[in-house]
Protein backbone atom coordinates (compact mmCIF):
# COMPACT_ATOMS: atom_id res chain seq x y z
CA UNK A 1 0.00 0.00 0.00
CA UNK A 2 1.19 3.12 -0.81
CA UNK A 3 1.66 5.81 1.57
CA UNK A 4 0.35 9.31 1.02
CA UNK A 5 2.64 12.29 0.38
CA UNK A 6 2.99 15.09 3.61
CA UNK A 7 0.49 17.74 3.36
CA UNK A 8 1.84 19.12 6.67
CA UNK A 9 5.68 18.89 8.10
CA UNK A 10 6.01 20.45 11.22
CA UNK A 11 9.69 20.91 11.76
CA UNK A 12 11.45 21.82 15.34
CA UNK A 13 8.31 24.35 15.66
CA UNK A 14 8.79 26.39 18.70
CA UNK A 15 6.24 28.92 20.09
CA UNK A 16 7.49 30.81 23.17
CA UNK A 17 5.13 33.85 25.05
CA UNK A 18 6.99 35.92 26.92
CA UNK A 19 5.73 37.21 30.49
CA UNK A 20 4.33 40.30 30.22
CA UNK A 21 5.69 43.29 32.71
CA UNK A 22 3.21 42.83 35.21
CA UNK A 23 3.98 38.83 35.86
CA UNK A 24 7.34 39.58 36.00
CA UNK A 25 7.56 42.34 38.17
CA UNK A 26 8.82 39.96 41.42
CA UNK A 27 11.33 38.53 38.83
CA UNK A 28 12.83 41.16 37.78
CA UNK A 29 16.03 40.05 37.19
CA UNK A 30 14.53 37.51 35.12
CA UNK A 31 12.43 39.64 32.77
CA UNK A 32 12.90 37.96 29.44
CA UNK A 33 11.53 34.91 30.70
CA UNK A 34 8.67 32.79 28.50
CA UNK A 35 5.96 30.24 28.70
CA UNK A 36 7.53 27.93 26.37
CA UNK A 37 4.63 26.20 25.11
CA UNK A 38 5.43 24.30 22.04
CA UNK A 39 8.91 23.71 22.14
CA UNK A 40 10.77 21.81 19.38
CA UNK A 41 8.50 19.58 17.66
CA UNK A 42 8.45 17.89 14.49
CA UNK A 43 5.59 15.97 13.03
CA UNK A 44 3.67 15.19 9.13
CA UNK A 45 0.22 15.36 8.41
CA UNK A 46 -0.41 13.39 5.17
CA UNK A 47 -2.84 14.31 2.81
CA UNK A 48 -6.78 12.64 3.60
CA UNK A 49 -5.28 11.41 6.77
CA UNK A 50 -6.28 12.15 10.20
CA UNK A 51 -3.95 12.87 13.00
CA UNK A 52 -4.98 12.58 16.57
CA UNK A 53 -3.32 15.31 19.27
CA UNK A 54 -3.48 13.84 22.18
CA UNK A 55 -2.64 14.91 25.95
CA UNK A 56 -3.11 16.53 29.35
CA UNK A 57 -4.00 20.40 29.82
CA UNK A 58 -1.10 22.78 29.11
CA UNK A 59 0.48 20.54 26.94
CA UNK A 60 0.74 22.80 24.14
CA UNK A 61 -2.03 20.69 21.88
CA UNK A 62 -4.22 23.78 20.83
CA UNK A 63 -1.21 26.01 20.46
CA UNK A 64 0.30 23.53 17.77
CA UNK A 65 -2.92 23.30 15.94
CA UNK A 66 -2.83 27.21 15.47
CA UNK A 67 0.59 27.27 14.70
CA UNK A 68 -0.66 25.44 11.53
CA UNK A 69 -3.04 27.06 10.87
CA UNK A 70 -0.70 30.08 11.22
CA UNK A 71 -2.99 31.32 14.23
CA UNK A 72 0.15 32.00 16.06
CA UNK A 73 3.22 33.18 14.97
CA UNK A 74 6.01 30.54 15.22
CA UNK A 75 8.92 31.53 17.38
CA UNK A 76 11.48 29.02 15.21
CA UNK A 77 11.44 26.37 13.35
CA UNK A 78 9.88 25.59 10.11
CA UNK A 79 6.03 25.09 8.63
CA UNK A 80 5.67 23.44 5.04
CA UNK A 81 2.82 22.93 3.39
CA UNK A 82 2.96 21.48 0.01
CA UNK A 83 6.40 22.02 0.15
CA UNK A 84 6.12 25.92 0.42
CA UNK A 85 7.57 27.06 4.06
CA UNK A 86 4.19 29.09 5.09
CA UNK A 87 5.87 29.61 8.75
CA UNK A 88 6.01 33.47 7.96
CA UNK A 89 3.51 34.90 5.28
CA UNK A 90 2.51 37.93 5.47
CA UNK A 91 -0.70 40.15 3.91
CA UNK A 92 -1.96 38.93 0.72
CA UNK A 93 0.36 35.88 0.71
CA UNK A 94 -0.96 34.59 3.86
CA UNK A 95 -4.88 35.86 2.85
CA UNK A 96 -4.57 33.46 -0.51
CA UNK A 97 -2.85 30.66 1.53
CA UNK A 98 -5.91 30.59 3.96
CA UNK A 99 -7.98 28.67 1.70
CA UNK A 100 -6.05 25.53 2.04
CA UNK A 101 -6.77 25.31 6.12
CA UNK A 102 -9.53 26.18 8.33
CA UNK A 103 -10.17 25.96 11.61
CA UNK A 104 -13.11 24.13 13.60
CA UNK A 105 -12.49 25.75 17.35
CA UNK A 106 -14.05 24.26 20.76
CA UNK A 107 -16.58 26.40 21.81
CA UNK A 108 -19.07 26.80 18.86
CA UNK A 109 -20.92 29.69 21.17
CA UNK A 110 -18.04 32.07 21.25
CA UNK A 111 -16.34 31.54 17.87
CA UNK A 112 -19.82 32.35 16.01
CA UNK A 113 -21.19 36.01 15.50
CA UNK A 114 -24.76 36.40 17.29
CA UNK A 115 -25.16 38.93 14.70
CA UNK A 116 -24.92 36.99 11.45
CA UNK A 117 -27.08 35.06 10.15
CA UNK A 118 -26.50 31.08 9.05
CA UNK A 119 -25.46 31.91 5.20
CA UNK A 120 -23.25 35.05 6.34
CA UNK A 121 -21.88 32.57 9.08
CA UNK A 122 -21.04 29.96 6.80
CA UNK A 123 -19.90 32.17 3.56
CA UNK A 124 -17.72 34.31 5.57
CA UNK A 125 -14.55 32.33 3.96
CA UNK A 126 -15.67 32.51 0.93
CA UNK A 127 -16.79 36.37 1.25
CA UNK A 128 -13.14 36.88 2.83
CA UNK A 129 -11.53 35.17 -0.26
CA UNK A 130 -13.76 36.43 -3.01
CA UNK A 131 -15.27 39.61 -2.18
CA UNK A 132 -17.15 40.18 -4.90
CA UNK A 133 -19.67 38.15 -5.04
CA UNK A 134 -23.44 38.96 -4.97
CA UNK A 135 -25.63 38.06 -1.76
CA UNK A 136 -27.51 35.99 -4.02
CA UNK A 137 -24.95 33.76 -5.29
CA UNK A 138 -23.55 33.44 -1.16
CA UNK A 139 -27.28 32.41 -0.10
CA UNK A 140 -26.98 30.27 -2.85
CA UNK A 141 -23.63 28.36 -2.23
CA UNK A 142 -24.84 28.49 1.77
CA UNK A 143 -27.91 26.43 0.86
CA UNK A 144 -25.80 23.76 -1.16
CA UNK A 145 -23.43 23.17 1.86
CA UNK A 146 -25.55 22.95 5.06
CA UNK A 147 -26.90 19.58 3.80
CA UNK A 148 -23.48 18.01 3.75
CA UNK A 149 -23.32 18.58 7.18
CA UNK A 150 -27.09 17.60 8.18
CA UNK A 151 -28.64 21.10 8.12
CA UNK A 152 -31.33 22.05 6.34
CA UNK A 153 -31.46 24.80 4.06
CA UNK A 154 -34.93 26.44 5.45
CA UNK A 155 -32.11 27.96 8.23
CA UNK A 156 -30.28 30.17 6.34
CA UNK A 157 -31.92 33.53 8.08
CA UNK A 158 -32.03 32.01 11.61
CA UNK A 159 -29.02 33.37 14.53
CA UNK A 160 -26.83 31.04 16.21
CA UNK A 161 -29.05 31.34 19.38
CA UNK A 162 -31.74 29.37 17.67
CA UNK A 163 -29.67 26.17 17.42
CA UNK A 164 -28.38 23.85 19.73
CA UNK A 165 -25.08 23.21 20.82
CA UNK A 166 -24.89 19.92 18.11
CA UNK A 167 -26.20 22.55 15.41
CA UNK A 168 -23.68 24.85 16.41
CA UNK A 169 -20.81 22.78 15.74
CA UNK A 170 -22.63 21.62 12.76
CA UNK A 171 -22.67 25.22 11.47
CA UNK A 172 -18.73 25.64 12.71
CA UNK A 173 -18.09 22.65 10.42
CA UNK A 174 -19.66 24.24 7.63
CA UNK A 175 -17.67 27.50 7.93
CA UNK A 176 -14.84 25.69 7.93
CA UNK A 177 -15.44 23.36 4.98
CA UNK A 178 -17.42 26.00 2.81
CA UNK A 179 -13.71 27.06 1.11
CA UNK A 180 -12.96 23.18 0.38
CA UNK A 181 -9.96 23.42 2.15
CA UNK A 182 -6.77 20.37 1.71
CA UNK A 183 -6.63 20.54 5.71
CA UNK A 184 -9.28 20.80 8.87
CA UNK A 185 -7.91 21.97 12.43
CA UNK A 186 -10.37 20.30 15.22
CA UNK A 187 -9.86 21.94 18.18
CA UNK A 188 -11.88 19.37 20.57
CA UNK A 189 -14.74 19.99 18.23
CA UNK A 190 -16.95 17.24 20.64
CA UNK A 191 -15.96 18.56 23.92
CA UNK A 192 -19.30 20.71 24.55
CA UNK A 193 -21.78 18.03 23.62
CA UNK A 194 -23.52 14.84 24.55
CA UNK A 195 -22.87 11.16 23.58
CA UNK A 196 -25.31 11.27 20.59
CA UNK A 197 -24.20 14.50 19.22
CA UNK A 198 -20.89 13.28 19.36
CA UNK A 199 -21.49 10.71 17.58
CA UNK A 200 -23.08 11.85 14.99
CA UNK A 201 -20.83 14.41 14.73
CA UNK A 202 -18.36 12.56 14.51
CA UNK A 203 -19.70 10.48 11.98
CA UNK A 204 -20.50 13.44 10.12
CA UNK A 205 -16.72 14.06 9.70
CA UNK A 206 -15.76 10.47 8.98
CA UNK A 207 -18.10 11.08 5.69
CA UNK A 208 -16.94 14.18 4.74
CA UNK A 209 -13.26 12.45 4.71
CA UNK A 210 -14.39 9.85 2.42
CA UNK A 211 -16.27 11.98 0.09
CA UNK A 212 -13.84 15.26 -0.36
CA UNK A 213 -10.36 13.73 0.73
CA UNK A 214 -9.56 16.30 3.71
CA UNK A 215 -7.07 15.70 5.95
CA UNK A 216 -7.84 16.36 9.79
CA UNK A 217 -5.81 17.54 12.74
CA UNK A 218 -7.79 16.45 15.65
CA UNK A 219 -7.19 18.18 18.80
CA UNK A 220 -9.09 15.91 21.67
CA UNK A 221 -9.28 14.69 25.15
CA UNK A 222 -11.35 11.91 24.18
CA UNK A 223 -9.27 8.99 23.32
CA UNK A 224 -12.43 7.28 22.01
CA UNK A 225 -12.71 9.60 19.11
CA UNK A 226 -9.14 9.02 18.28
CA UNK A 227 -9.73 5.34 17.97
CA UNK A 228 -12.47 6.24 15.96
CA UNK A 229 -11.75 8.78 13.19
CA UNK A 230 -7.76 9.23 13.38
CA UNK A 231 -5.20 6.97 11.82
CA UNK A 232 -2.32 7.94 13.85
CA UNK A 233 -1.60 10.40 17.00
CA UNK A 234 0.78 11.83 18.50
CA UNK A 235 1.47 12.05 22.35
CA UNK A 236 2.34 15.52 23.38
CA UNK A 237 3.48 16.63 27.07
CA UNK A 238 4.61 20.21 28.09
CA UNK A 239 5.66 20.97 24.10
CA UNK A 240 7.57 18.34 23.59
CA UNK A 241 6.48 14.96 21.45
CA UNK A 242 6.12 11.59 23.87
CA UNK A 243 4.99 9.27 21.36
CA UNK A 244 4.03 9.23 17.72
CA UNK A 245 2.53 5.83 15.52
CA UNK A 246 -0.54 4.30 14.26
CA UNK A 247 -3.58 4.54 16.34
CA UNK A 248 -3.21 0.88 17.02
CA UNK A 249 0.56 0.97 18.38
CA UNK A 250 0.25 4.08 19.99
CA UNK A 251 -3.41 3.01 22.03
CA UNK A 252 -3.57 -0.45 22.23
CA UNK A 253 0.50 -0.84 23.06
CA UNK A 254 1.86 2.01 24.03
CA UNK A 255 5.40 2.32 25.12
CA UNK A 256 6.35 5.54 26.61
CA UNK A 257 5.47 6.03 30.07
CA UNK A 258 3.35 9.13 29.98
CA UNK A 259 1.07 7.30 27.08
CA UNK A 260 0.74 4.82 29.33
CA UNK A 261 -0.49 6.65 32.79
CA UNK A 262 -2.67 9.17 30.23
CA UNK A 263 -4.20 5.59 29.18
CA UNK A 264 -4.27 3.92 32.14
CA UNK A 265 -5.93 7.03 33.77
CA UNK A 266 -9.17 6.34 31.32
CA UNK A 267 -12.29 5.26 34.20
CA UNK A 268 -12.85 1.64 33.26
CA UNK A 269 -16.11 -0.46 34.56
CA UNK A 270 -14.41 -3.20 35.69
CA UNK A 271 -14.03 -2.58 39.45
CA UNK A 272 -11.38 -5.20 39.79
CA UNK A 273 -8.81 -3.24 37.81
CA UNK A 274 -9.37 -0.06 39.65
CA UNK A 275 -7.04 -1.77 42.08
CA UNK A 276 -4.12 -1.62 39.92
CA UNK A 277 -4.30 1.24 37.99
CA UNK A 278 -0.63 3.31 37.01
CA UNK A 279 -0.34 6.32 39.24
CA UNK A 280 1.67 8.90 38.02
CA UNK A 281 2.63 11.55 41.02
CA UNK A 282 4.63 14.17 41.37
CA UNK A 283 4.23 18.46 40.36
CA UNK A 284 3.71 19.03 36.62
CA UNK A 285 6.96 21.58 36.00
CA UNK A 286 6.75 24.87 35.11
CA UNK A 287 6.42 25.81 31.02
CA UNK A 288 8.97 29.07 32.23
CA UNK A 289 11.64 27.00 33.34
CA UNK A 290 11.51 23.31 32.45
CA UNK A 291 14.01 20.93 33.45
CA UNK A 292 16.39 19.75 31.34
CA UNK A 293 16.91 16.28 30.01
CA UNK A 294 13.20 14.69 29.51
CA UNK A 295 10.42 16.59 30.85
CA UNK A 296 9.03 13.45 32.36
CA UNK A 297 11.46 12.81 34.52
CA UNK A 298 10.05 14.36 37.31
CA UNK A 299 6.82 11.91 37.33
CA UNK A 300 8.13 9.53 35.74
CA UNK A 301 8.53 5.90 37.92
CA UNK A 302 11.18 4.38 35.36
CA UNK A 303 13.87 7.59 35.92
CA UNK A 304 17.43 7.21 35.80
CA UNK A 305 19.97 9.80 36.12
CA UNK A 306 20.40 9.97 32.55
CA UNK A 307 16.51 10.93 31.80
CA UNK A 308 17.33 14.28 34.51
CA UNK A 309 20.40 15.77 31.96
CA UNK A 310 20.12 14.02 28.72
CA UNK A 311 17.05 14.93 26.76
CA UNK A 312 15.77 11.74 24.49
CA UNK A 313 14.52 11.95 20.62
CA UNK A 314 12.52 9.92 19.20
CA UNK A 315 13.53 6.72 18.21
CA UNK A 316 11.77 4.32 16.49
CA UNK A 317 10.54 0.91 18.48
CA UNK A 318 11.84 -2.32 17.65
CA UNK A 319 7.93 -3.30 16.61
CA UNK A 320 7.47 -0.71 13.84
CA UNK A 321 9.61 1.74 12.23
CA UNK A 322 6.94 4.14 12.29
CA UNK A 323 5.97 4.30 15.57
CA UNK A 324 8.68 6.80 17.54
CA UNK A 325 9.21 6.93 21.27
CA UNK A 326 11.22 9.70 23.14
CA UNK A 327 12.56 7.78 26.10
CA UNK A 328 16.01 5.89 27.21
CA UNK A 329 14.33 3.05 28.73
CA UNK A 330 12.45 2.21 25.44
CA UNK A 331 13.77 -1.18 25.37
CA UNK A 332 12.82 -1.91 29.09
CA UNK A 333 9.21 -0.15 29.55
CA UNK A 334 8.49 -1.18 25.79
CA UNK A 335 6.16 -4.03 26.78
CA UNK A 336 4.49 -3.18 30.08
CA UNK A 337 0.85 -2.43 29.31
CA UNK A 338 -0.98 0.17 31.59
CA UNK A 339 -3.43 -2.36 33.12
CA UNK A 340 -0.76 -4.48 34.52
CA UNK A 341 1.29 -1.68 36.02
CA UNK A 342 1.06 -1.09 40.09
CA UNK A 343 2.36 1.75 41.58
CA UNK A 344 3.19 1.05 45.44
CA UNK A 345 3.47 4.29 47.26
CA UNK A 346 5.04 3.73 51.14
CA UNK A 347 8.07 5.22 53.13
CA UNK A 348 10.19 3.16 50.88
CA UNK A 349 8.95 5.23 47.87
CA UNK A 350 7.38 4.60 44.64
CA UNK A 351 7.86 1.23 43.43
CA UNK A 352 7.14 -0.49 39.65
CA UNK A 353 6.73 -3.76 38.46
CA UNK A 354 9.13 -4.14 35.32
CA UNK A 355 9.91 -7.10 33.60
CA UNK A 356 12.49 -9.77 34.44
CA UNK A 357 16.26 -8.26 34.65
CA UNK A 358 14.90 -4.76 34.44
CA UNK A 359 15.63 -1.81 36.86
CA UNK A 360 12.97 -0.04 38.77
CA UNK A 361 13.61 3.36 40.10
CA UNK A 362 12.94 4.29 43.87
CA UNK A 363 12.36 8.44 44.53
Known sequence: MSVAPPLVQVQDVQKYFPLTRSLTDTIRRHAKLAIRAVDGVSLEVRSGETLGLIGESGSGK???????????????????????????????????????????????VGSLDPRMRVWEIVTEPIHAQEPGLRKAELRRRAAELLPTVGLVPDCLDQYPHEFSGGGRQRLSLARALSLRPKLVVLDEPTSALDVAVQAQILNRLVALQSEFG?????????????????????????????????????????????????????????????????RISGEIPTLIRPPPGCRFATRCPFVIDRCRVEEPLLRPTPRDPGHLVACHRLEEVIDIAPETLLVMEGSAGMRTALPSGAVAATT
Open 214 to 278: FAYLLITHNVSAVKYVADRVAVLYLGKLAEVGTVREVLERPTHPYTKALLAALPVPDVRRRRARF
Open 62 to 108: TTLGWLVARLHEPTGGRILFDGQDVAHLQGKALRAWRRNIQVVFQDP
